[in-house]
């Protein structure tokens, strides 16, 4: 009776995990990240976390929602795909369950694209954190027009990959184009991407290396600002890549945080690690013998 039981809630509790929706892969930031300043985390507007929100019609990505530090959902500030006015197939944005990443396949086609598209729900300020963990591809068909991982505002914090000096180098773009170092070595693997923006400056970095990125700026950034994932905008300069994870804080972290934040990004656990953990537990199942 006791081996059947056990044999029992072996494989009801597996196939709950196995079936269960993918925000329980995700504990929220403030557990994963328990040194983090409370500066931070009341500035912390979102966290696009590739183990939960994701919402697919197959594959393909409809949409992603955010969940705040305690990882509890934000449908408020929703990216939704969307496509060109000229076109672009839905599997253009795609999910991996397994790794927890989003992938963005742009086209040749000049007129095809797709992007994510929303609003976040931020306080005005010259002072801003996005930290995100993914790749830019090397073979992306129009590469020496610039593809874009994010943009907010819209532009008043980006992200892209763009030709110059002899390679690819980041480019931060607010109506005026700054650039930094070359980047080609970090084309197609998983990087922690930051930009800590304050009202005069702007760092940059690669796995916590400063990109150098030049110029004098002067930053805000909207209240309420929209935000685009895997593209410039409507108009294209699309991603070819991957994001698994996106950390926005309308303050300038402190290197102590961005630290903080980067290490956690760069050793989170993919959904299907954490799934073999929770199986591996199951044997420690102990069954009382009914009375």
């Not at 059947?4 to 995990?17: M, P, R």
């Not at 505002?153 to 892209?160: A, E, K, L, T, Y």
Request: contains cysteine; glycine residues 12%.
């Amino acid at each position: 009776m006791r081996a059947h039981s056990l044999k029992w809630a072996i494989s009801a509790v597996g196939a709950g995990l196995l079936l269960c929706p993918s925000h329980s892969f995700a504990a929220g930031l403030f557990l994963d990240v328990p040194g983090l300043s409370a500066e931070a985390q009341a500035s912390l507007v979102a966290h696009y976390d590739g183990r939960t929100g994701v919402s697919t019609s197959g594959s393909a990505v409809d949409s992603w929602t955010p969940v705040d530090g305690n990882g509890d959902s934000l449908p408020g500030m929703v990216v939704t795909s969307a496509a060109r006015s000229g076109g672009g197939a839905a599997d253009l944005i795609t999910y991996d369950p397994v790794s927890g990443s989003l992938s963005f396949s742009d086209t040749a086609v000049g007129a095809d694209g797709r992007r994510l598209a929303g609003t976040l729900s931020n306080a005005q300020s010259a002072d801003f954190t996005v930290m995100w963990l993914g790749l830019y591809d090397a073979d992306a068909p129009f590469a020496t027009s610039g593809t874009y991982a994010y943009n907010i505002g819209p532009s008043d914090i980006s992200h892209q990959r763009d030709d110059g000096g002899g390679g690819f180098r980041v480019e931060l773009y607010n109506g005026t184009t700054y650039a930094g170092d070359d980047i080609t070595a970090y084309d197609g693997i998983s990087t922690v991407w930051s930009t800590v923006l304050t009202a005069n400056s702007h760092n940059v970095f690669a796995n916590g290396t400063n990109l150098n990125v030049g110029g004098s700026p002067t930053n805000s950034v909207a209240a309420n600002a929209s935000i685009v994932m895997g593209a410039y905008s409507a108009s294209g300069y699309d991603l070819v890549g991957e994001i698994s994870q996106m950390i926005i804080f309308d303050s300038a972290l402190s290197d102590a945080d961005r630290v903080l934040v980067g290490d956690f990004l760069s050793t989170v656990p993919e959904p299907s690690v954490t799934l073999l953990l929770g199986l591996a537990m199951l044997p420690l199942l102990r069954i009382r013998r009914p009375r």
